[in-house]
C-alpha cells in the first residue's frame, strides 16, 4: 500500500506541475456547455429538460481529454517499465493511474458541474441527483479510459482511436445518469438508476485495472 501511495502521490505532484490539463478540461466543459443556449436559445424550459444530457455529454468529452497522456508520457520516456518494475502487479498500477485521473480531472469536473447546470436552468430538485450521478460517473470513465488508454498505447494515431473505444462504453453511463436526474427534478425517486450507475462502478472496479494491467505487460513487451 506504501508503494502505491508513493506512486499515486508522484503523479499527481506531475499533475501540479503540469496543470494544463485541467485547466483544458475545465475550460472546454464550460464553454461546451455554454454553446448549447446560443444554439438552442434562453428559453429557461427547454433548457432545463435538456440541462443533464448537456452536463453529463460535456462531462465526459471534457474528462477524456486528459486520457491520452495517463500511459503515453510514461512510455515515451521510459519511466512505464521503471513503475512496472516497481514490485507492484500490473493491475494496481493501471488502478493507481485511474485514481490520479479521477483525482485531476473528475473532482474539478464535479465541483464546476453544479454552476454550469444552474447557468443552464436546471430545476434545483435535480441537483444531488445529478452530482451523486456524476461520482460514479466520472470514476466509470477513468476506470474505461485507463483500459482504453492502455490498449492503444504505443498504435499510430491512438488519440484519435482513445475516444471511439471509450465513448461507446459510457453510453450505459450516460443513460442512467441523466434518468437520475430527470427523476428527481419530476419528483421521482432516482435511486434505481444510481444503484444501476453502483452496480456499474462496483463491476469496473476490479475488471478494469485487470485488463489495463494485461495490455500495459503486452505494450512493453
Known sequence: MSVFLALLGRELRLALRHGGDTLAAVLFFVLAAALFPLAIGPEPGTLGRIAPGIVYVCALLAAILPLDRVFGADFED??????????LPAAAVALMKAVAHWLVSGVPLLVIAAPVAVMLRMPEAGLPALLAGLVPATMLLSLLGTVGAAVVLGARRGGV???????????PVLIFG???????SADLSPRPHLLFLAAMLAAALPLCPIAAGAALRSAVE
Do not use: I, K, N, Y
Open 178 to 184: 441523466v434518468a437520475a436526474a430527470d427523476a428527481a
Open 78 to 87: 521510459g519511466s512505464l517499465d521503471q513503475l512496472l518494475l516497481c514490485g
Open 161 to 171: 482511436l482513445l475516444p471511439l473505444l471509450v465513448l461507446p462504453l459510457m453510453t
